[in-house]
């Protein structure tokens, strides 16, 4: 399984945010895309999952349907729904509300599990969303600074949750800190 980007261009209202990327990620591997705000991390994204097309060049796969999961730099939950229920909204009818409540336990304190998001901190929304995209059907995983409001236990608790989960996926995530490169094993490329 392969995502390959030949010469991709992006430019909104005449400023150039991309210009000529070509890169080839392969499964299994975790990436991790670094480069100062601005550069276009953000959208290289959105032209990887098809939310944005190139000005120029081209995004192939093989397979031809790749099927996505994201986790935008929002966390984009609905903040009145417990993590179960925000989860359920993107998971195969198969995997059970047991089963989800297991992967919560894994990264969020049980006594949250009942409780609507509104009262979680950004740290806990943060692990929801990430949750939901790794429990969501996907051969690939983009994350937008998934370790944005995360605290240094949290941090690690979350990684090794994130390795386990993406060991036959291309992942693809985003950040400012080395260190979480080193915390995912993700091969750096820089924009």
């Not at 705000?37 to 120029?56: M, N, R, V, Y």
């Not at 031809?64 to 359920?88: G, P, T, W």
């Not at 059970?96 to 297991?102: F, H």
């Not at 304190?109 to 059907?137: N, T």
């Amino acid at each position: 399984m392969y995502l390959k980007l030949s010469h991709v261009q992006k430019a909104y209202s005449g400023k150039e945010v991309l210009k000529d990327y070509s890169f080839c990620f392969s499964s299994p591997k975790t990436y991790c895309i670094m480069g100062p705000s601005g550069c276009g991390k953000t959208t290289l994204f959105h032209l990887i999952c098809g939310l944005e097309k190139p000005d120029a060049g081209s995004v192939e796969s093989s397979p031809e349907k790749l099927r996505f999961s994201v986790v935008f730099q929002e966390d984009r939950l609905l903040e009145s729904l417990d993590a179960l229920k925000n989860i359920q909204l993107v998971t195969p009818k198969e995997v059970t509300g047991e089963q989800i409540l297991a992967h919560l336990s894994r990264i969020l304190p049980p006594e949250s599990l009942s409780q609507p998001l509104r009262e979680f901190s950004g740290g806990m929304k943060r692990r929801v969303a990430i949750c939901r995209a790794l429990l969501a059907a996907s051969d690939v995983v983009l994350m937008d600074e998934p370790f944005n409001g995360l605290d240094p236990d949290s941090r690690d608790t979350t990684a090794a949750y994130i390795r386990d989960m993406t060991r036959d996926k291309i992942v693809l995530f985003s950040t400012h800190q080395e260190s979480d490169a080193d915390l995912l094993d993700a091969t750096i490329c820089t924009l």
